[in-house]
């Protein structure tokens, strides 16, 4: 079946730094979605990508969708205490249901 | 709307017991998942409903697991008997078609 793979599985930065998830799935997907979790809470939306090549920007957030459809980045730049948490990718098989990858999980060294 | 809706948000129960949990999607939303989170498998989908009816089930784990939604405003997962490998944090989360998940809060499952 349909697999989405993250990496990596966690990361440590120091605050200031930058990050990068990294998602790959096993099949073309038709859009992609990130989504963050706070420690204790539950999965939020942050973005959904949908064309081949896509870049968008959410203040620090940068995510990238590729051109063949099959992976997707987010990358955060220069890092604050708020942005700890899980970041997931998540894309839709053919039949609707909504795949989560495994996540990363950011934890910002003061 | 006050968003996806979950109730209890904590249980401890011991093993063998019956345990509800139970979803109220946000208004107008067709699409409904129950997902179970653990460390060891992330976020696992369990089961998804478009316009109250099941679509797939193939995530849930054995048939102690099911799933019912009754309404377009009511949805429950009941495990019966639980088991200790069954603790794990359940989400509801709905949405329109292809569209972003809102997730409840979340049931903590505790089994001794």
């Known amino acids: 079946g349909q697999q989405v793979m993250q990496i990596p599985q966690y990361q440590h930065v120091q605050e200031g730094e930058d990050f990068t998830t990294y998602c790959n799935s096993s099949?073309?997907?038709?859009?992609i979605q990130w989504y963050k979790q706070r420690p204790g809470g539950h999965p939020v939306f942050l973005i959904q990508?949908?064309?081949?090549?896509e870049v968008k920007k959410q203040k620090r957030l940068t995510f990238q969708f590729g051109e063949a459809k099959k992976n997707s980045s987010l990358h955060i730049t220069a890092t604050q205490t708020t942005d700890v948490g899980t970041y997931f990718c998540?894309?839709?098989?053919?039949?609707?249901?909504?795949?989560f990858g495994k996540g990363t999980r950011l934890h910002i060294l003061p | 709307d006050a968003g996806v809706i979950q109730s209890p948000r904590h249980e401890v129960t011991e093993m063998g017991q019956e345990v509800t949990l139970r979803c109220k999607p946000i208004?107008?939303?067709?699409?409904l998942f129950w997902y179970r989170q653990t460390m060891m498998r992330g976020l696992e989908l369990l089961i998804y409903?478009?316009?109250?009816?099941?679509?797939?089930d193939s995530g849930m784990p054995e048939d102690r697991f099911s799933a019912k939604m009754p309404n377009a405003s009511f949805s429950t997962l009941k495990i019966q008997p639980s088991e200790p490998r069954d603790s794990a944090v359940y989400f509801c989360?709905?949405?329109?078609?292809?569209?972003?998940?809102?997730f409840g809060e979340g049931s903590r499952l505790t089994v001794l």
């Open positions: 989360a709905s949405s329109f078609i292809t569209g972003e998940l809102f």
């Open positions: 099949t073309t997907l038709s859009n």
């Open positions: 990508l949908v064309k081949s090549g």
């Open positions: 998540a894309g839709p098989s053919r039949d609707d249901k909504i795949i």
């Open positions: 208004s107008g939303h067709d699409y």
């Open positions: 409903f478009n316009n109250n009816v099941p679509i797939d």
